[in-house]
């Protein structure tokens, strides 16, 4: 008897030691690992093809991702980790998940991000690395995939990191599909073809501003005048008033003249593109308005979506349009679905960079299970060979340059609410 519940005890704990290893792990590390800096070992470097697979152990089910977990950027960098997480189906008990999540913090500085890459790359040996990096990182970022081989989506607004390595994707509404977008929609949905901009006196501002002129032209669009401003101003009256062609000055002295006269301001320009934050936006929207600049369309970018756009004093921006990556009420079906399993599974509302996170790491599943992936070579080569992905995000492919080719949301203020118009 003694030796009967021996053998049943060591029965039952066979079970559990066999039930415990078919559970496929789920790995997130938050904390850099001190990785040695030795330049890699590329056999037959000279000869290897554009796409090298110099990592014979490479797990075709290990993802990193490298992301601000701590820093001034952490709340991105979390929230962008719940949502691959979710993307994963981490959390789904009637999912046996074979993903592996490996996450390391970058802290949003360069060396930390290249640090992180080299140890995924070399140590933990994943197939593919997703990286959320400002502008100052996604060079360093880039090239750092280049030099270890291993398939890197940057999800980024600094353009141009896809032509630095072939190994480098770019899964983000880059500047030029946001502009181009805003000015399509204002010349065919708006009948706009003249336009004016006024834009803040930074990197962004001025980037912004030249790729305007550019859609502006190619559409064989007008741009009047462009009219810059200090980035910590409050006041814009004499922007204003430069971006009307003195219009402004000269109705307040035909005013002083004849006060019981209120005197039009006269627009030579059908919309005016300003982009800049929402924060920025309100302040200009409610000073064209005591200038009586008045009848022109409002066009912005996506850093005008946030929920803070419409609050108090919003009636200066009815009919104003702007574009972004994601909207939560938009009738994507996909967009939807991935709503309602975010919500249910953190009780919040997602934003824009949970959707690309999502969507990012959906794009690198769907295309590894679906191709039997099973290196980085036959990654990059499925990646770019990809079909349209239809995610949270709307419909996704890789351009020559790796560049993710999205069609934007174009949003509209309508009666104090957002809509998608498009």
Request: charged share 25%.
């Amino acid at each position: 008897m003694k030796n009967y519940k021996i053998i049943t005890g060591f029965v039952l704990l066979l079970l559990i030691i066999i039930i415990a290893g078919c559970a496929k792990p789920k790995v997130v590390v938050k904390e850099p690992v001190p990785v040695p800096h030795e330049e890699p070992v590329r056999p037959h470097e000279a000869e290897s093809p554009p796409f090298f697979p110099f990592s014979p152990k490479v797990d075709r089910y290990s993802i990193g991702c490298v992301l601000p977990l701590s820093g001034p950027h952490a709340e991105l960098g979390n929230k962008a980790l719940d949502a691959v997480l979710l993307s994963a189906r981490t959390f789904d008990e009637r999912y046996r998940s074979p993903w592996k999540i490996i996450a390391q913090d970058s802290r949003g500085l360069p060396q930390e991000t290249k640090a992180a890459i080299e140890y995924l790359a070399n140590i933990e040996n994943v197939i593919a690395i997703i990286a959320i990096t400002g502008t100052a990182e996604a060079a360093d970022a880039a090239q750092e995939a280049d030099k270890w081989g291993v398939p890197l989506i940057l999800i980024t607004s600094k353009e141009g990191g896809s032509l630095l390595s072939e190994y480098v994707f770019q899964h983000f509404l880059t500047p030029r599909q946001q502009v181009r977008a805003v000015v399509q929609y204002a010349l065919n949905d708006l009948n706009n073809a003249i336009f004016a901009i006024l834009y803040p006196a930074d990197d962004y501002g001025e980037e912004m501003m030249r790729i305007f002129h550019e859609e502006a032209a190619r559409v064989g669009g007008k741009v009047e005048r462009s009219v810059s401003y200090d980035i910590n101003q409050t006041d814009f009256t004499k922007e204003i008033d430069m971006v009307t062609g003195n219009q402004v000055s000269l109705a307040r002295r035909e005013a002083a003249k004849k006060p019981e006269i209120k005197p039009k301001v006269f627009i030579d320009f059908e919309a005016l593109f300003i982009p800049d934050s929402h924060r920025r936006v309100r302040m200009i929207a409610a000073q064209l308005a005591f200038f009586d600049v008045m009848g022109i369309n409002l066009l912005g970018t996506s850093l005008w979506n946030s929920p803070h756009l419409l609050e108090k004093g919003a009636d200066y921006l009815e009919g104003a349009v702007f574009v972004d990556s994601f909207f939560p009420y938009t009738f994507y079906p996909e967009a939807n679905d991935f709503i309602d399993i975010y919500y249910t599974a953190y009780s919040r509302d997602p934003e824009n960079i949970e959707a690309l996170a999502y969507d990012t790491a959906g794009i690198l599943f769907t295309v590894i299970e679906k191709h039997g992936v099973q290196n980085r070579q036959e990654l990059v080569a499925s990646l770019i060979a990809m079909d349209y992905y239809r995610g949270a995000t709307g419909t996704t492919s890789f351009g020559y340059d790796r560049v993710s080719q999205k069609t934007p949301f174009v949003l509209r203020v309508k009666k104090g609410k957002l809509e998608q118009v498009r």
